[in-house]
C-alpha cells in the first residue's frame, strides 16, 4: 500500500511536469548521432527527461545534461546522467565542442499561459523565438573553435530565426527536416 | 554531482567561481552540500546529487 501511495506520488509528480519525447526530440537525436564524434565535449541545454542525452552517453569524450526544471534534472539523473539545473548557460562556464538544444518555440497567447513547468518547455516567448535568440547569444561564448550547434526550429518561425541567426554572425545549414501535420521540423546546424 | 565538474560551473549571478561545501557524499560523487560563489556569496543546493544553480529569484519563483 505504502508503495502503491509513493508510486503515485511520483507518477502525479512527474507526468504533468516534465516534457515528454515527440518528434522534435526525435529529430534531435537523428541529427546528434549523425555529428557526435568520440572526442567531442557535449552539453545538452532543456534535455528534458533525457530522452537525447541517454542515447548520446558513451559515444563523446564527455556530456552535461541541463534543464531549468528539476523534476527533468531528476529523471535525467536517473539515468545515470551527469546533470544540473540551470538557465540556458547561465551557471555554466566550461567551452563545448558539441552543443545540442531542441528549445520551447510555441508562442503562447497570454491567456494560454499558467506559469507551470510544462510551459516553460514549449513557450518560446515573443514570436516563439525569443528563448532560441537567447540561446545563441549565450553559446557564443560556449562554443569551442570549430565546434557545431544543433538547434531544433519550426516552419512557424523560421524565417525569423534565421534573420538572427546571421545578425549573430553564425552559419547555418539544415541537416533534417520532419514534414508534421501542421509544420514542418528542422534541425539546424549552426556554426561561427 | 562529480567533483570534477566544479571545473565547468560558475555562479549564475555573477559568473565568479564556485566552490564545495559537502554535506554527504559517496566514492564517485556529491550527493547533498552546496556551491558557495566565492565572489557574491551566493548559495547553491546540491539535492540528490543535482546542483541547482538557477539564481535564487529564478530558484523560488518557479
Known sequence: ?192 | MRKKLLDILACPVCKGDLKLEVKEENEEEVLEGFLICDNCNEKYPIEEGIPNLLPPELRDKL
Not at chain 1, 514570436?127 to 570549430?146: M, N, P
Not at chain 1, 534573420?163 to 541537416?175: A, T
Not at chain 1, 514534414?179 to 561561427?192: D, P, S, T, V, W
Request: proline share 2%.
Open chain 1, 1 to 192: 500500500m505504502k508503495d502503491q501511495k509513493k508510486f503515485h506520488q511520483k507518477f502525479l509528480q512527474r507526468l504533468p511536469t516534465v516534457y515528454e519525447a515527440a518528434e522534435d526530440s526525435e529529430l534531435l537525436l537523428e541529427a546528434a548521432m549523425e555529428e557526435i564524434r568520440k572526442e567531442d565535449v557535449v552539453i545538452e541545454i532543456g534535455a528534458g527527461s533525457g530522452f537525447v542525452s541517454e542515447k548520446l552517453k558513451g559515444k563523446c569524450r564527455f556530456l552535461l545534461a541541463t534543464d531549468i526544471n528539476p523534476h527533468a534534472a531528476k529523471i535525467c539523473k536517473e539515468k545515470g546522467l551527469e546533470v544540473v539545473v540551470a538557465d540556458l548557460f547561465r551557471g555554466i562556464k566550461g567551452k563545448f565542442t558539441l552543443i545540442l538544444f531542441n528549445p520551447p518555440y510555441l508562442e503562447l497567447e497570454e491567456e494560454e499561459k499558467i506559469g507551470d513547468w510544462l510551459e516553460k518547455a514549449i513557450d518560446g516567448g515573443k514570436g516563439g523565438i525569443e528563448v532560441s535568440v537567447e540561446f545563441l547569444k549565450q553559446a557564443k561564448e560556449r562554443l569551442e573553435k570549430g565546434g557545431r550547434i544543433i538547434l531544433i526550429s519550426t516552419s512557424h518561425n523560421f524565417e525569423r530565426l534565421k534573420e538572427e541567426i546571421k545578425r549573430l554572425g553564425y552559419k547555418f545549414e539544415v541537416v533534417k527536416k520532419r514534414k508534421l501535420f501542421f509544420e514542418e521540423l528542422y534541425a539546424l546546424k549552426i556554426q561561427i
